[in-house]
């Protein structure tokens, strides 16, 4: 399947765009279903994201009560922790609008029930996507309407760090991450398998340092050395970049979304 490539301006136009983006989508599938899903993602664009759907007025549109909120992956911290994306998440948009708090599905936090265990943490949650799982997902987690990704300079996405063990994990939906070159080095993420399970994936990324890393990701690269060349979507990626993270893409393959 091939990715769409969007290229805005810079990260506020990139954060407004993306928020828009999700009220159309989240909109459209509620409207057929009744509910919606999403798995959201940390970084400063990820959350920059948030805050502008936070504020725009057209987030009314959005039944909130009806839409599951996941996450691709978690720093393995206290509840409340300022560097939790749970936490960021929170402050940016959820205790601004009026979700169910049932269908927040947090990942544990390290003074959980499962203590300071980052293996029974995951099995937690890969028990709740098993749960919220339907027959016609056709796996162990459920077929995400949109799954938001960032991508690191190293073009790592989630906690999926190149060549790192949780990489190549192909049974189990959630896995503990321990010795991660970024800190924290304790997490919890989503695998590819599970990634590959949404249907739709949005890859958004900003900035010089992601170049590279875009660049590989989009040219062939595997994802053994390149994460986020695995992360596609059933029925449809998307690439929402900024300019200077498109910067080393050829004029064919981006497309320029605003001026």
């Given at each position: 399947m091939t990715a769409t490539v969007l290229v805005h301006r810079d990260p506020p136009t990139l954060a407004a765009?993306?928020?828009?983006?999700?009220?159309?989508?989240?909109?459209d599938v509620q409207a057929a279903t009744g509910r919606a899903s999403i798995v959201l993602t940390g970084g400063s664009l990820g959350i920059a994201t948030l805050a502008a759907l936070a504020d725009m007025p057209a987030r009314a549109a959005?039944?909130?009560?009806?839409?599951?909120?996941?996450?691709?992956?978690?720093?393995?911290?206290?509840?409340?922790?300022?560097?939790?994306?749970?936490?960021?998440?929170?402050?940016?948009?959820?205790?601004?609008?009026?979700?169910?708090p049932e269908?927040?599905?947090?990942?544990?936090?390290?003074?959980?029930?499962?203590?300071?265990d980052p293996e029974a943490a995951a099995a937690r949650y890969a028990a709740a996507l098993k749960s919220a799982a339907r027959p016609e997902d056709h796996g162990l987690a459920p077929a995400f309407d949109v799954m938001l990704l960032g991508v690191g300079p190293?073009?790592?996405?989630?906690?999926?760090?190149?060549?790192?063990?949780?990489?190549?994990?192909?049974?189990?939906?959630?896995?503990?991450?321990?010795?991660?070159?970024?800190?924290?080095?304790?997490?919890?993420?989503?695998?590819?398998?599970?990634?590959?399970g949404a249907k739709e994936v949005w890859l958004v990324v900003a900035g010089e340092d992601k170049a590279s890393a875009v660049h590989l990701a989009l040219s062939g690269t595997g994802p053994v050395q390149i994460p986020a060349a695995g992360a596609v979507g059933r029925s449809r990626t998307l690439w929402l970049l900024d300019r200077a993270a498109a910067a080393k893409l050829p004029a064919s393959l981006a497309r320029a979304a605003s001026p």
């Open positions: 765009a993306i928020a828009a983006r999700l009220v159309t989508r989240l909109v959005i039944d909130w009560r009806n839409l599951d909120i996941w996450w691709g992956d978690e720093r393995f911290l206290p509840a409340g922790h300022a560097d939790r994306n749970e936490t960021q998440a929170r402050a940016a948009l959820l205790d601004k609008v009026g979700v169910d269908r927040v599905h947090a990942m544990p936090a390290s003074d959980g029930p499962d203590g300071d190293d073009g790592h996405v989630a906690s999926l760090f190149p060549e790192k063990p949780a990489l190549y994990e192909e049974v189990r939906s959630v896995v503990g991450v321990r010795n991660s070159p970024k800190p924290p080095p304790t997490r919890i993420s989503l695998t590819l398998p599970t990634i590959r």
